[in-house]
């Protein structure tokens, strides 16, 4: 679903009814949902502004990482539209962005500081008693326990600049040595692909590629759901491409798609290296590419050898007559791009599948070109962000924390002793889960993010969080499901309400700007950060951090020869009125005088981050899904996103009733109708969903969607994650949220009087 400010209606709509929903062919492919301005309630359209003046700022959703023109009146934001000469979107939004103002008026809102008293109630005090308590408590739990008791869990949902200031504040000040952030349980697959097949975390591609391809190949990816704006960009594509789809659901994407590989699920690795042995078996090799350009050709050769194709189809529940097509579009394209997200990311062996992606494009020489790619489309508004500047398994501005080197250099650009710099990293976001469990982790600091819902196994981690002996978690609402668990509570501005930078999924640095004040007494993140560094005594440390464009200098210090390098940028103004700025853009690209183009992709000279500049082909034993179905629970579950007005734990999106009328707001498990059948089950059934972990109820919605023995749940209800699997990437940690078994029972209406 997108919105274009194209289609403004002749006469003036009224502005707050429910939206209209129009059915519209976009081109031979597929349709679309499309909401049109003046329809939606919060925006206006350009003839009935009134307001003062607009400015750009990014979107605070996705990893997309939209303009919106904010419409402003006496210097506050009274509505929104898409920007039109932003070079992301174009003038596209979908429903979430255009909603992204109504979320903030919420009677939920965190507006001043709770502590838990000593009667288990949740009672409002003044920010002086919430620093106090704050630092009292965790300094308490560090004496009683030891330093490395205390760990915090971050997000990609906060700006670059507070992020940075939390990583900093919390190891190099506070000593807390166990941090990891929410983009391990949706980037962190890929982060560890590129490291170490490119030599640094280096998604290559910039959207324009989406436009630019005659071949483009998903894999666990639904972009016409998870990404609209994204699937907009492909459906501008002039080159009428072939569109091949790899997903044991026939997704959105799916049915929009030229071919559709159907495959049985967590085959996702062997019918990679299938393909690749056969992209060199009919000689669609770039030679010279990959004997100029990588290295371990004749390992992976002899590897992907062993995976026959016939073979793999019938494990896969495939045909070869339609592998070999695809096969044959990958091979005979000129430009080819791949693409993958959660469905990859989220998987016991998701850092092997991600590279046997990246294998294909080096292998076929489809990098560095437009067009082309190994291209991991990101989930948060700023995973990038977080990955290269929260500070938890990463040193500052992705260094290392092992090399002293990196250290000396992270050091003098935050003006800080080296000593303060830890030499190891950080445990992962299991271990710390693990580290409460076995006693070793007694407070922790959850900031923006909502593990009670979202983490795997869900009964067992909110047990867990009971144990803690102090437990903040800093939120612009107070009413998520780890709230619940807090000890104290910190009340934080929200998108919209406080400034810094988010990157998205191509490495595009855009603004966050303010243009509404916090509600009661939220403060910005940012803000909260300084306030506890003061009154943990560690000011003159972190004088200079006097704001985030402050922070940002800092960072820009950090980067100096990094691949992600960004000395060049000249400030806020520059990335605003560049509509964004991609890295890398260091000083010496900017001593040239000009402004940075707006579509830039890397490797265009066949030079990786590797020492001799050699990408690497990197391959793996497959492993066996962890649950496999079996008699007792006898279905596969897959989870993944739901519609395109969910956004994650729908913390914000529960709160617009626009949003809200565009989704099922029960939860909902789709089931093959031969399945259905099996169990006695109808369409709209009340259904018990149960695992080994736990159970949920669901409506059955019976659709041809999910195959026989498969079911699917969106991820957005709290109840998903009851059922789901412990069980994780042994080379990213990532969680396995994709696969476990379960069974399905239905509810009879005396059962759920």
Known sequence: MSISTDEVPSEREKRFQLPTLLQRRTGPMTRELVLHPGEHGLGMTHDSMSADTTTTATCGYCATGCGLRLHLKDGEAVGLTPET????????????????????????????????????????????????????????????????????????????????????????????????????????????????????????????????????????????????????RVLRNPNNPEIIVIDPRRTETAAAATQHLQ???????????????????????????VQNHTHGFESLRDHVSTFELESVCQNAGLSVDAVSQAIESIGRGNAVSLWWTMGVNQSYQGTRTAQAIINIALLTGNIGRPGTGANSITGQCNAMGSRLWSNTTNLFGHHSFESDADRAKVAEALDIPVERIPTTTSWKYNRIIEGIR???????????????????????????????????????????????????????????????????????????????????????????????????????????????????????????????????????????????????????????????????????????????????????????????????????????????????????????????????????????????????????DLVRVQSRRGEAEATACLTHSVQSGQAFMPMHYDCTNRLTLSHFDPHSGQPSYKDCAVRIVPVLSSDHV
């Not at 998604?203 to 391809?213: K, R, V």
């Not at 049985?264 to 010279?288: F, G, T, W």
């Not at 629970?633 to 617009?656: A, D, K």
Request: hydrophobic content about 35%.
């Open 263 to 289: 495959l049985q699920p967590k085959n996702d690795l062997p019918l990679l290296y299938a393909i690749a042995n056969e992209l060199i078996r009919r000689d669609y090799v770039d030679h010279d590419f």
């Open 438 to 684: 076995n006693g070793e982790i007694k407070g922790l600091w959850v900031v923006a993010t909502n593990p009670a819902h979202s983490w795997i196994d869900q009964g067992d981690v909110r047990e867990l969080f009971d144990q803690l002996d102090f437990l903040v978690v800093q939120d612009m609402y107070q009413t998520t499901e780890t709230c619940a668990h807090a000890d104290l509570i910190l009340p934080s501005a929200g998108w919209g309400e406080k400034e810094g930078t988010f990157i998205n999924s191509e490495r595009r640095y855009g603004l966050l700007k303010k243009v509404r004040h916090a509600p009661g007494q939220a403060l910005a993140d940012f803000q909260i950060f300084r306030g506890i560094a003061h009154r943990w005594g560690l000011g003159d440390m972190f004088a200079e951090w006097t704001s985030p464009e402050a922070a940002f200098r800092i960072m820009q210090r950090a980067s100096r020869n990094q691949p992600s390098d960004i000395t060049g940028i000249d400030g806020y103004e520059q990335i605003d009125r560049c509509g964004g700025i991609q890295w890398p853009w260091s000083q010496e690209q900017a001593d040239g005088g000009f402004e940075p183009e707006q579509q830039r992709r890397l490797f265009a000279d066949g030079h990786f981050f590797h020492d001799d500049q050699r990408a690497r082909l990197i391959v793996d034993d497959i492993d066996l899904m962890p649950e496999p179905a079996d008699e007792d629970f006898p279905i596969v579950l897959l989870t993944g996103r739901g519609t395109v007005s969910q956004w994650h734990t729908q913390t914000r999106t529960r709160q617009s009733p626009l949003l809200r009328s565009l989704y099922p707001n029960q939860p909902y498990i789709e089931m093959n109708p031969r399945d259905g059948d099996a169990l006695g089950i109808d369409h709209g």
């Open 85 to 232: 000469n932003y070079p992301v979107n174009l003038g596209m939004a979908c429903p979430k962005g255009w909603e992204a103002l109504r979320v903030l008026d919420s009677a939920e809102r965190a507006t001043q500081p709770l502590l838990r008293d000593s009667g288990g109630e949740l009672t409002p005090i003044t920010w002086d008693d919430a620093l106090t308590s704050f630092c009292e408590g965790m300094k308490s739990v560090q004496a009683k326990h030891g330093a490395e008791s205390v760990a915090f869990l971050s997000t990609g949902q906060i700006a670059c600049e507070e992020m940075a200031f939390l990583g900093a504040l919390a190891r190099f000040g506070m000593g807390i040595r166990h941090c990891d952030g929410n983009t391990r349980q949706c980037m962190a697959t890929a982060v560890t692909a590129y490291k170490e097949s490119f030599g640094f975390d280096a998604p290559p591609y910039t959207y324009d590629d989406f436009e630019q391809s005659d071949c483009m190949v998903f894999i666990g990816a639904n972009p016409c759901i998870g990404h609209p704006i994204m699937w907009e």
